[in-house]
């Protein structure tokens, strides 16, 4: 199954509202996860079964979609978001990335 | 406090083998399924390969190293291992050692262990 994320970047700027999206090559229910990673670090779990915020994760971070069509939407960007962002679906074996999303200061 | 500690990375030629090592504490490791994700320098992450826990230790593999690259897991010391034979330069990466949360949703990571191959 390939994951298709978009945008590869993204500039924006300290409070805008922004999303990513990702798209499934086939239906995958809602066997999504979303993660960050800040450069130089192992990714950091953010959401998964497409919608469910892990614990600790800002409130600002909301995840939405199912079959195909995925989406993470950060509501008020804060300094510490822009970074690398992917998603992963689980549905079944050969477990795929998203090719990434680099979010950028405007 | 869960944590995974990799180990065994390091500089190695083509054609040849090395072993990874991921330490793990504070959780009852052999309940959980494990996985190695790799990421070249500067690009995405790639699944590697995967083993179930102790109600079913099936495992899985990215096509890329099928047949190359062998998942074990020692229970009893709570490691997990990644035997990697007829290395290529394309398998130069940060390999991540990450435990499951449910199915194949990876909330716990290791800090990562450089692999590099190069003559």
């Known amino acids: 199954i390939q994951l298709t994320q978009s945008p590869p970047s993204l500039s924006a700027s300290v409070g805008e509202r922004v999303t990513i999206t990702c798209r499934a090559s086939?239906?995958?229910?809602?066997?999504l996860a979303w993660y960050q990673q800040k450069s130089g670090k192992a990714p950091r779990l953010l959401i998964n079964?497409?919608?469910n915020l892990e614990s600790g994760v800002p409130s600002r971070f909301s995840g939405s979609g199912s079959g195909t069509d995925f989406s993470l939407t950060i509501s008020s960007l804060q300094p510490e978001d822009f970074t690398n962002y992917y998603c992963?679906?689980?549905?079944?074996?050969?477990?795929?990335f998203g090719q990434g999303t680099r979010l950028e200061i405007k | 406090e869960v944590k995974l500690q990799e180990s065994g990375g390091g500089l190695v030629q083509p054609g040849g083998s090395l072993r990874l090592s991921c330490a793990t504490s504070?959780?009852?490791?052999?309940?959980?399924?494990m996985t190695w994700v790799r990421q070249a320098p500067g690009k995405g992450l790639e699944w590697v390969s995967s083993?179930?826990?102790?109600?079913?230790?099936?495992?899985h593999f990215a096509d890329s190293v099928k047949g190359r690259f062998i998942i074990s897991r020692d229970n009893s010391k709570g490691t997990l291992y990644l035997q990697m034979n007829s290395l290529r330069a394309e398998d130069t990466a940060v390999y991540y050692c990450?435990?499951?949360?449910?199915?194949?949703?990876?909330?716990?990571w290791g800090q990562g262990a450089l692999v590099t191959v190069s003559s």
């Open positions: 990450a435990r499951h949360m449910i199915r194949g949703v990876f909330n716990y």
């Open positions: 504070g959780f009852t490791f052999d309940v959980y399924a």
């Open positions: 083993i179930g826990g102790v109600s079913g230790p099936s495992t």
């Open positions: 086939q239906g995958i229910g809602s066997d």
């Open positions: 079964d497409a919608s």
């Open positions: 992963q679906q689980f549905n079944h074996y050969p477990v795929t």
